[in-house]
């Protein structure tokens, strides 16, 4: 058992005259590792309490640049970070808010090839992801590893937060077998989220991981909470263990990490999309667009998007709305699709092609990308 210095005494001291925390806890905290999947929205609040809190050693796994967009949430950076690396500022960060936690840095791309040796060495994982391809990949490995796993999600006004531990209950896929099929559920890059959410939810997964560590209280194992932060509403939603569960059920046949993008992003012959040979850059199509064109650009971002920025003369449908207003298009028409970066211009596609549509492209890199290199005029938005 780690002992404390009389600074650390002194530091957690409101800790310690915690009769559920008191010294014996503190030195639990300091012996415990945690594991912080994202250093994001949800990975800021997560990492800064954790550490604030005098958990011994903590892991953050992160491989993106600070963006000026991420400012409204991300709270472990500032304006001056920008186009920095996450982890250096955080590590800074966090390393002056508590010099005696022990910070690894993971500055890579989990991924099944290597979520195995990441998540090895550390007590608990906290999942701070925002897609779920990861947070299927982290359930996985935790349940193989036989690790705690705190999950957290957030979209809009909306957060959700549980403990899945397959050795005392349900795990991730018993709640969500199944991924939503690709493009039903926007990305909080393209939905938005209110910014003090995640500070909401992280703190939330901060305090059960400390639950957790102290051995104290009724962690969230087998329950759901959810959050509706514009009618101040909590719910507690019972999740029961699935027998049949494909990781942690009687018979698992998943033993080891799989393939989860191709999970979570099955290529359907009903669904096909647009491939890069049916693209055009912005630079090429603003040409096209000076010399005079059939082609009618499709912008299929959501309103409130085509409210910050939208290039003239473009249709706007949101792709939302896209299938029930097929009739306002013209299928003999030529078309450029475009959304913000490319991922919902890409969903277009395909729906109109399977509507009989055939002459379509996508805008490369979107509304974002013509605003950087064809018309500055333009906002750009993250």
Same mark, same amino acid.
């Given at each position: %058992?780690?002992? /404390?210095?009389?600074?650390?005494? /002194?530091? #957690?001291?409101?800790?310690?005259? %915690?009769?559920?925390?008191?010294?014996a806890g503190q030195e639990k905290l300091k012996d415990a590792s945690v594991l912080c999947? =994202?250093?994001?929205? /949800?990975?800021?609040?997560?990492?800064? #309490?954790?550490?604030?809190?005098?958990?011994?050693?903590?892991?953050?796994?992160?491989?993106?640049?600070?963006d000026i967009s991420n400012i409204q949430r991300q709270v472990l950076y500032s304006t001056d970070d920008v186009g920095q690396a996450k982890l250096d500022v955080a590590a800074n960060r966090l390393g002056a808010l508590n010099p005696n936690v022990e910070l690894v840095r993971h500055d890579v791309r989990l991924a099944s090839d290597n979520v195995m040796d990441v998540v090895a060495d550390y007590d608990i994982v906290v999942d701070g992801t925002d897609n779920f391809p990861t947070r299927y990949l982290s359930n996985d490995a935790c349940v193989i590893a036989g690790k705690p796993n705190v999950y957290g999600s957030i979209f809009r006004f909306e957060g959700q937060v549980s403990v899945f531990d397959a050795a005392h209950g349900?795990? #991730?896929?018993?709640?969500?077998?199944? !991924?939503?099929? !690709? =493009?039903? @559920?926007?990305?909080?890059?393209?939905?938005?989220?209110?910014? @003090? /959410?995640? =500070?909401? @939810?992280g703190s939330l997964q901060a305090l059960e991981t400390i639950k957790l560590i102290l051995g104290e209280g009724d962690p969230l194992i087998g329950r759901l909470v959810l959050f509706d932060a514009l009618s101040f509403e909590f719910r507690t939603v019972k999740i029961h263990k699935d027998p049949a569960c494909p990781v942690c059920g009687e018979s698992p046949s998943i033993t080891a990490p799989i393939d989860y993008d191709a999970f979570c992003n099955p290529t359907a012959e009903s669904e096909p999309v647009a491939t890069a040979a049916h693209s055009v850059s912005v630079e090429a199509f603003?040409?096209?667009r000076e010399r005079g064109t059939d082609s009618v650009l499709l912008d299929v971002r959501s309103a409130e998007e085509i409210a910050i920025a939208?290039?003239?003369?473009?249709?706007?449908?949101?792709?939302?709305?896209?299938?029930?207003?097929l009739a306002e298009l013209n299928s003999a028409q030529a078309y450029v699709i475009t959304c913000h970066r490319g991922p919902r211009a890409e969903r277009a596609a395909g729906i109109l092609r399977n509507a009989g549509f055939g002459r379509l492209r996508l805008l490369e890199g979107g509304i974002d990308a013509w605003a950087e290199r064809v018309d500055p005029s333009l906002p750009r938005y993250g």
């Open positions: %058992m780690a002992t /404390l210095s009389n600074d650390e005494i /002194l530091r #957690y001291s409101r800790h310690l005259v %915690m009769p559920e925390v008191s010294r999947i =994202g250093a994001g929205g /949800l990975g800021s609040p997560i990492a800064l #309490y954790l550490a604030a809190a005098g958990v011994g050693r903590l892991g953050l796994v992160d491989f993106d640049t600070i349900p795990c #991730y896929r018993c709640l969500f077998p199944e !991924p939503p099929p !690709p =493009g039903t @559920v926007p990305s909080c890059a393209e939905g938005g989220v209110l910014g @003090v /959410l995640p =500070g909401i @939810v603003a040409a096209e939208r290039i003239d003369g473009a249709t706007c449908i949101p792709i939302g709305e896209l299938p029930d207003r």
